[in-house]
């Protein structure tokens, strides 16, 4: 380090044209530098190649090459929902409840009497504390105040439509994996949490794979990759 | 832009819009009539896009400055021997709605440094407010002046407490430092393609209208699919004898009055306008 900044002193006051000149004097390297120069060019070029693919949304609990953390935070819902009684053991189907997911943008928390139309009958469980405190909500004619867990930024357009369409309907895949794209496998969560980076590149990650036009079908085709389709 | 997508779409890429036939297998494309004959300047139409695409309403200084954020501004002209000399000159103005041409061959488009306005598929020149980083070359480039700029934190100011809640859901409020523009009220295109998509169909003439052309009292703004022959926009386009492709009209034929605007510009707009008749003998 010293030792550079006086090479460079001396080239710099010194100028000599015939010994290479000005830069020639500034540059010249020892061979220690030029060794451990073309280590440093090695090391970079082999970190391209061998660099850890981009996953984002990794496992549960890691975080992706970008910082992102993959296991979103912990939403505080008022009543801990658990998502893996009602889908993971009764296998209730997602869109009994998120009814909106089949035709609208949003899939829609259910009302309280949604909850209140089932819960009525089952009197086993009404002796639980959840389920009393769902009771306390309807009895206060109240809305529960759920909060929102995959919450994407204003200037971004998701279709639940167009995907629940697409994969369960046409395709006819299970709703716990069509969901599960994004969600992740929610039926084995209480309340829900996100696990998907459900950032744009891990959005075009699945948009840019060939899927199957059509069931049987050998054409393939990848999502649509228009600016406009998604942000506004 | 990935290989693939350059590989697979190399006639978009390697051709210089609009070509002939550009939208023959497209399932959209978006374009407008206006005819002015029909536009009274009642300034409807520019209420209609405050209301349905969250503009600011910036306050008399700041349009003074020029910093208005109307998407679709009536603009007043008086032709040759038109101005009255009279105590009332602004009467016998002639209204002219400009807003976003939608050009095929866009100027605004190759200047963004950050490519955030691009030709969408179904015809538009989009505007990814996110991604813009308000280098404002766009709207230096732009013949017809129809991009705005938003030089203060609106959101902050434009719409106090309780107005917030008239805001359309649909539309980003942009925030300080992007560009703006008149989007052919994309938002109501996407959920009525989404609703015929799930129906397996294309979207139906006049199934959806931007909110100009909702609001016009006059039914002055036809708005529609160019892509299809048999829509009321496609039909008056060919009656005018305007052709997307071509910047020279062919206008031999009598009676026919439709044209565009700079069009010597080579923008190739999308929005055809019918000359206004006037009777000066009368």
Known sequence: MVGGSVGYRQGFHHVDEAAGGYYGRNFRMSHAKKIFLWFLMFWMGSSLVLAEPFVQGGPIGSQTSDGYDALGPVVEQPIEFPHNRHAGDMKINCMYCHTYARRSNVSGIPRLDKCMGCHNLIEGVKDRPRIKKLFEYWENKQPIPWKKVHDLPDFVRFNHERHIQRFYFQEKRPIRETCGYCHGDVASMTTARRVKALSMGWCISCHQKDHLEKVGSSVTSHGPNDCWLCHK | ?282
């Open chain 2, 1 to 282: 832009m990935s290989l693939s997508n350059l590989i697979q779409n190399w006639d978009s890429f390697r051709k210089r819009r609009p070509y002939e036939d550009q939208y023959k297998d497209a399932p959209y494309k978006w374009a407008m009539v206006i005819d002015l004959d029909s536009c009274i300047g009642c300034n409807a139409c520019t209420v209609a896009c405050y209301a349905e695409n969250n503009l600011a309403v910036v306050g008399k200084e700041r349009f003074g400055k020029g910093q208005a954020m109307h998407w679709i501004r009536i603009e007043r002209y008086w032709g040759e021997g038109e101005a009255l000399e009279t105590e009332f000159p602004e009467r016998g103005a002639q209204y002219l709605p400009m807003l976003c041409q939608q050009c095929e061959a866009a100027p605004c488009e190759p200047v963004c440094p950050v490519g955030a306005t691009h030709h969408s598929p179904d015809g538009l020149n989009t505007q990814v407010y996110n991604r813009c980083v308000g280098s404002r070359y766009c709207s230096a480039n732009c013949p017809y002046k129809v991009r705005y700029f938003n030089w203060w934190n609106y959101p902050e100011r434009a719409w106090p407490n309780p107005l917030e809640l008239q805001l359309n859901p649909d539309v980003t409020v942009r925030s300080k430092g992007v560009m703006e523009k008149c989007t052919f009220c994309m938002q109501r295109l996407r959920a009525g393609q989404d609703k015929a998509k799930t129906a397996g169909r294309l979207l139906a003439d006049g199934e959806v209208l931007t909110a100009c052309a909702q609001a016009c009292p006059t039914s002055a703004i036809t708005f529609g699919n160019l892509a299809d022959k048999n829509s009321k926009v496609a039909r008056m386009w060919k009656n005018q004898q305007v052709d997307l492709a071509k910047n020279a009209q062919d206008k031999s034929e009598e009676g026919v009055r439709g044209y565009r605007i700079l069009e010597d510009l080579n923008t190739y707009p999308s929005i055809v306008y019918l000359e206004r008749l006037r009777n000066f003998a009368a």
